[in-house]
């Protein structure tokens, strides 16, 4: 069965610091493009940040400079290295892969449970 399993997430006050991590797990050929995004209460999910199995990344306005999107190909995992953090980053993140899955298809669509990140003021 394929998985996404998020960790890293937490309590933290305003300008510390998280890191968070996805692995993937499964009957996986192969990992497209990965990203994270976040949904705060109320609010409609939105993208955070993505990278390609290259290594190109993609980063919301309101995050460049702060997050940090990387990943480990071998590991099948994904990490968002979060600094500087503020209140209003406070939300739920989910990890998003595309998956080249064995008899199933080459870029299929899969989303992790979400981990909470809550910052104080």
């Known amino acids: 069965q394929v998985q996404l399993v998020e960790s890293g997430g937490g309590l933290v006050q305003a300008g510390g610091s998280l890191r968070l991590s996805c692995a993937a797990s499964?009957?996986?050929?192969?990992?497209?493009?990965m990203g994270w995004y976040r949904q705060a209460p109320g609010k409609q999910r939105e993208l955070v940040a993505s990278?390609?199995?290259?290594?190109?990344?993609n980063y919301a306005d309101s995050v460049k400079g702060r997050f940090t999107i990387s990943r480990d190909n071998a590991k099948r995992t994904v990490y968002l290295q979060m600094n500087s953090l503020k209140p209003e980053d406070t939300a739920v993140y989910y990890c998003?892969?595309?998956?080249?899955?064995?008899?199933?298809?080459?870029?299929?669509?899969?989303w992790g449970r979400g981990t909470q990140v809550t910052v104080s003021s």
């Open positions: 990278i390609t199995r290259s290594g190109s990344t």
């Open positions: 998003n892969a595309a998956l080249a899955i064995y008899g199933v298809g080459n870029n299929v669509n899969y």
């Open positions: 499964g009957s996986i050929v192969s990992i497209n493009d």
